[in-house]
């Protein structure tokens, strides 16, 4: 399985897969750069205001 990112830009930003890939080459080790890129306008919270991970990882798997 290749890791896969999921983003949420800023109201008004634009930002391209290209962009998030270079972005993360050098903060990430290699096996953990994404392949490919999905943006979303909102990231699902729970009552918390935590990122529910588990319906990201349901929905894009």
Do not use: N, W
Request: aromatic share 6%; glycine share 4%.
């Amino acid at each position: 399985m290749s890791p896969h990112a999921v983003v949420c830009p800023k109201a008004g930003e634009v930002v391209t897969e290209e962009e998030v890939i270079q972005y993360v080459d050098g903060k990430l080790a290699r096996y953990k750069i994404p392949k490919s890129v999905s943006f979303i306008d909102e990231l699902p919270k729970s009552s918390a205001g935590k990122a529910m991970k588990r319906v990201l990882q349901k929905a894009y798997l």
